[in-house]
């Protein structure tokens, strides 16, 4: 059975710090990794992630994969109040017939003014 | 276009009663998905249909659940009879194609079961 794990479950920083949030993952026929951030409503799309090594950025956000160790980490710099969301990373896997996305539960981010 | 369209946002209902859960997924997607959350499970993939047909449903939890996808722009997910533990955030998503792995995902419906 696929597995993806969260941590920290939960974290609680200061505008303008940095975070670090993990994600590992066990997955038979890995083909993708992606991040969402969840705010109120429903998730929204972050990063897609194939390939070790290579750094996906977008603005204060940026993500890495790792498949030898099988674990991603998705950092955010100079953090600010609308970065308050769950962050949810998920598996995909390869082969034919698609299963969907397995989803970790999710590292709930509050960030403080 | 206004993306994935889910109803009733909210719903709240007794023990015994029938639940259905709407979904119109993007124009053009030929994948839709229904997802539960709740705290303790996280996002749990109950269903997924692939041209209005069913692909996997290996994780509807119990012949409770029931979902259907008569054409391209319509699907339901009822729940006969409902229990209290069957409250949770019903998702709907829906994407070109099921291996790009991004998933558009609706609002939700929040229900819960008293």
């Known amino acids: 059975e696929d597995k993806v794990v969260q941590s920290p479950l939960s974290l609680v920083v200061h505008e303008g710090d940095t975070v670090t949030l993990n994600c590992s993952y066990e997955?038979?026929?890995?083909?993708?990794l992606l991040w969402y951030k969840q705010e109120k409503k429903a998730p929204t799309f972050l990063f897609m992630l194939?390939?070790?090594?290579i750094e996906k950025k977008s603005g204060r956000l940026s993500s890495i994969l790792d498949k030898k160790e099988l674990f991603s980490i998705l950092n955010i710099t100079a953090t600010q109040t609308g970065d308050s969301a769950i962050y949810l990373c998920a598996v995909e896997r390869s082969g034919g017939g698609a299963d969907g996305l397995t989803f970790g539960k999710g590292t709930h981010l509050i960030i403080q003014p | 276009d206004a993306g994935v369209i889910q109803s009733p946002r909210h719903e709240v209902t007794e023990m015994g009663q029938e639940v259905t859960l709407r979904c119109k997924p993007i124009s053009g997607h030929d994948y839709l998905f229904w997802y539960r959350q709740t705290m303790m499970r996280g996002l749990e993939l109950l269903i997924y249909?692939?041209?209005?047909?069913?692909?996997?449903d290996s994780g509807m939890p119990e012949d409770r659940f029931s979902a259907k996808m008569p054409n391209a722009s319509f699907s339901t997910l009822k729940i006969q009879p409902s229990e209290p533990r069957d409250s949770a955030v019903y998702f709907c998503?829906?994407?070109?194609?099921?291996?790009?792995?991004?998933?558009?995902f609706g609002e939700g419906s929040r229900l819960t079961v008293l």
């Open positions: 194939t390939s070790s090594g």
């Open positions: 998503a829906s994407s070109w194609t099921a291996n790009t792995g991004e998933l558009f």
């Open positions: 997955v038979t026929n890995f083909r993708s």
């Open positions: 249909f692939n041209n209005n047909v069913p692909i996997d």
